[in-house]
């Protein structure tokens, strides 16, 4: 646990789902309706560097917020991304699985999702 670490001190009332690896939060700064979280227990920067057990775990929490989601948003899709590192665009050093709720007409022309983090990139076809 890291002091000044905000998934570290968060406050237990915005847990909604967790397990023994992980817990699951709404994003505090969502892109869309139901952006959620996923977040280790264990403070640790990178995906790489989960134990087996605790990449399975958080797939496991991904999944049932997924569900979760679909019961009460009924979204049309989802965008599922980790920043991993500062390059990437990592702002708080502590791994978080971003699942974001996608719906129809949220944007003009979805095609390419994730791809748009390098936006001269983006379009290929």
């Not at 909604?16 to 264990?42: C, M, Q």
Request: charged share 20%; aromatic share 10%.
């Amino acid at each position: 646990m890291e002091l000044n670490c905000p998934f570290c001190t968060l406050p237990k009332e915005r847990i909604f789902l967790s397990n023994e690896f992980g817990y699951a939060i709404r994003d505090g700064f969502p892109v869309s309706t139901g952006h959620t979280l996923i977040v280790p227990k264990r403070h640790i920067p990178s995906w790489f560097e989960t134990t087996n057990e605790e990449s399975q775990g958080l797939l496991k929490l991904l999944s049932l917020a997924k569900e979760m989601l679909d019961d009460e948003l009924n979204p049309d899709g989802y965008n599922i991304g980790i920043n991993d590192g500062p390059t990437a665009g990592q702002t708080v050093p502590h791994l978080h699985i971003h699942l974001i709720p996608r719906y129809q007409n949220d944007q003009e022309d979805p095609r390419g999702g994730v791809r748009w983090v390098i936006p001269s990139k983006a379009k290929y076809w």
